[in-house]
């Protein structure tokens, strides 16, 4: 059955960093264009970062450009989110997503990202 696990969330202080990961099972994983989602209390999911599925191309939000950086092994089934410089604003909870044509998404169940000193 398709799965995503996140993982690496937690407190960290303003300007620190994070690493999430996500582990895909059950499809596919190389097929899949990947993305990372978040959602604050009280806004709408908004997407973070997507990249290809081979890793040659990535997109970001505004709000984290030069911040944060995903990536992919497609030999470990797994798609990442480097957070650095963190900010308040970035307290969410982080989900992962398998997007393929044609096919139904899957998402992971969220991992929460806080940001607080």
């Known amino acids: 059955q398709v799965q995503l696990v996140e993982s690496g969330g937690g407190l960290v202080q303003p300007g620190g960093s994070l690493r999430l990961s996500c582990a895909a099972s059950g499809f596919t994983f190389s097929a899949y264009r990947m993305n990372w989602y978040r959602q604050a209390p009280g806004k709408e999911r908004e997407l973070v970062a997507s990249?290809?599925?081979?890793?040659?191309?990535?997109v970001y939000a505004d709000s984290v450009k030069g911040r944060f950086t995903i990536s992919r092994d497609n030999d470990r089934n797994t798609v990442y989110l480097q957070m650095d410089s963190l900010k308040a604003e970035d307290t969410a909870v982080y989900y992962c997503n398998a997007e393929r044509r044609y096919y139904a998404p899957a998402w992971g169940q969220g991992t929460q990202v806080t940001v607080s000193s």
């Open positions: 990249i290809t599925t081979v890793g040659d191309s990535t």
